[in-house]
């Protein structure tokens, strides 16, 4: 066999990944194309069906498949330029690795109709590896995400998003399955793709009718303060920024109908922490700034005589600190303290209402090293390797609760995830369901109410719209809106189906970047239809994901036996 034979396969699976690559991108923000979900991993599909070499293939499709993760996260090298070549060579195994053991599945050994649900089994299962499992999980960029709101959708209400991704992968199995036929002998893949219609037209319930009632309105605070401005020490810039906050607070509260609740976004409290226990040791201490004359309680002091003065109940991403003290020796005065926590905290009356929610699940390589954080020498060194001034100090709360929110003379019981864990479906259940087994009162959440602060993302609209799109997903789940509050946005209104009622500051305004990177306020009334959500997925939680990822094991040691014993020289028979 000559050299450029044997280079065959290689190129023409770079190819396949570059395509499949392509495909996925344009079904994503910012062209979002939904319907090219349904064809995205046709091209490393039809590699498992006609490749001789698939040490090679594996590793030309994971190549091709660079571009996109590439498009998808150019931002993370603002934060970290040593972390950004490893997180794509990470996520570049994926596609490599289902070619590999797509290849080797014993696919002459099934029936025809077996061969594209084993793999889309495959396919889900390694979906479910990376986002549930591996380094605390990534859930973002599923094949089923761009189909939010379509039809296929609404499956997620009952079986949750990997059932969805199921029937998406199974259909691109499908399509593959046609291609890959003789045209002489295509009557079958033919009736297959008409008979996976039908499936899905009968698993997608009716669409139910208008929302009978709304809650709110709801405003938020969008600030647009850049990841460089919150971490800097700089009490200028910091006194500077929440002046803007107050002022946009009080835009808010005298909107033509007052709001029921303003919410700031992640962390945005500039001071130490709103924990009532920091702040009296900040009073005792009588610490601040002399040259600005400005103590350490004023950040508290002003927001709750803001809060006070205009009747409105709020909202606020803080710090949460236990074990808060101020020392002063020959050295001066310095701060410790025993854990940090990103929280939320419910203000009224002027006052800081208990409980607040500690965020359970810390976001990977931002907040918590998965697995390296439990060596301190080796996070350290890693940290000064690659993300230069980042510290993760914080701890994960230990109670999945939702907050009981003043309404209109009641209480609101509203889940807040914050940031990442919005991702998380198993984690935004637990907060919906406010189970006393996880530290809540036991009464549902009605309402979603997502804190975040996005500056991470950069100058990246589309990271930032698909971080919306992983929110919608949740909401159809659960059947319980969601109310967003981002700094630097995308700040918006998310009903129970998944739809984005209304979105960001600059209501009306054609162009569609506005609602990122400004400052401004959204007060929005939420669809709402009485109580809180009671899909099935809801009540029995995500069976699917574990148990297609129980199958696609199996099938992946059916192909690792099959590789070891040389199963594999040929393409497998379609008869």
């Not at 940290?383 to 993760?392: D, I, S």
């Not at 984005?500 to 401004?520: M, Q, Y």
Request: hydrophobic fraction near 45%; glycine fraction near 8%; proline fraction near 8%.
């Amino acid at each position: 066999m000559s050299r450029g034979t044997n280079h065959r396969p290689f190129i023409a699976a770079v190819k396949a990944g570059l395509l499949h690559a392509l495909l996925m991108a344009a079904a994503f923000p910012p062209l979002h194309l939904p319907p090219l979900a349904l064809v995205a991993a046709v091209p490393l599909m039809l590699l498992t069906y006609r490749t001789t070499r698939p040490w090679r293939s594996a590793l030309g499709a994971a190549l091709g498949s660079l571009p996109f993760w590439a498009l998808t996260h150019w931002w993370i090298a603002d934060i970290t330029d040593a972390g950004l070549p490893v997180l794509l060579l990470y996520l570049c195994l994926y596609p490599g690795l289902y070619v590999w053991l797509g290849t080797h599945l014993p696919l002459s050994r099934l029936g025809p109709a077996a061969r594209p649900l084993a793999l889309a089994a495959l396919w889900t299962a390694l979906e479910f590896l990376r986002a549930e499992i591996v380094w605390h999980g990534y859930p973002w960029y599923l094949i089923a995400h761009p189909l939010a709101g379509c039809l296929v959708s609404i499956v997620a209400a009952s079986l949750g998003q990997y059932a969805v991704s199921f029937l998406v992968a199974w259909i691109n199995a499908g399509v593959c399955r046609v291609l890959a036929t003789p045209r002489t002998e295509r009557r079958f893949g033919r009736g297959f793709l008409i008979r996976m219609f039908l499936v899905l037209v009968a698993a997608a319930p009716r669409i139910s009718a208008p929302w009978s009632e709304s809650l709110g309105p709801i405003a938020v605070v969008q600030t647009n303060i850049p990841q460089s401005n919150k971490d800097s020490p700089d009490l200028d810039t910091r006194l500077s920024d929440f002046s803007t906050m107050l002022r946009l607070t009080s835009e808010a509260a005298h909107a033509p109908e007052k709001p029921a609740l303003i919410v700031w976004p992640e962390t945005m409290f500039p001071g130490n922490s709103l924990s009532p226990d920091v702040v009296a040791e900040e009073r005792r201490s009588g610490l601040g700034y002399p040259s600005h004359r400005f103590a350490l309680t004023e950040w508290h002091d002003q927001l709750m005589d803001v809060q006070r003065s205009l009747g409105v109940p709020m909202l606020i991403g803080s710090m949460g600190i236990d074990g808060f003290r101020i020392i002063t020796d020959d050295s001066g005065p310095r701060i410790e303290y025993d854990v940090r926590y990103n929280s939320a905290y419910v203000l009224d009356q002027g006052t800081v209402l208990s409980p607040r929610y500690d965020k359970a699940h810390l976001t990977p390589f931002g907040e918590v090293m998965p697995y390296i954080s439990a060596w301190p020498w080796l996070e350290r060194n890693l940290l000064a390797l690659g993300a230069q001034g980042m510290t993760f100090d914080l701890k994960a709360g230990d109670a999945r609760r939702a907050l009981d929110v003043p309404y209109e003379g009641d209480t609101l019981t509203v889940a807040v995830p914050i940031c990442f864990e919005s991702t998380m479906p198993t984690v935004v259940r637990s907060l919906v369901r406010n189970s006393t087994s996880t530290g809540g009162s036991g009464v549902p959440a009605s309402l979603i109410i997502n804190i975040t602060n996005d500056g991470w993302l950069s100058g990246s609209v589309a990271a930032r719209r698909n971080f919306v799109l992983n929110c919608r997903w949740r909401c159809i789940e659960l059947g319980v809106p969601m109310v967003r509050a981002a700094n630097t946005g995308i700040s918006c209104v998310i009903d129970a189906r998944g739809r984005v009622v209304v979105e960001g500051p600059n209501l009306g305004e054609p162009k569609p970047d506005a609602d990122a990177l400004v400052e401004g306020v959204l007060s929005a009334r939420v669809p709402y239809d009485g109580g809180p959500g009671s899909t099935l997925y809801s009540r029995i939680g995500d069976w699917f994901g574990p148990a297609v990822f129980i199958v696609g094991l199996g099938l992946a040691g059916l192909s690792i036996l099959n590789a070891r014993s040389g199963g594999r020289t040929s393409p497998p028979s379609l008869a």
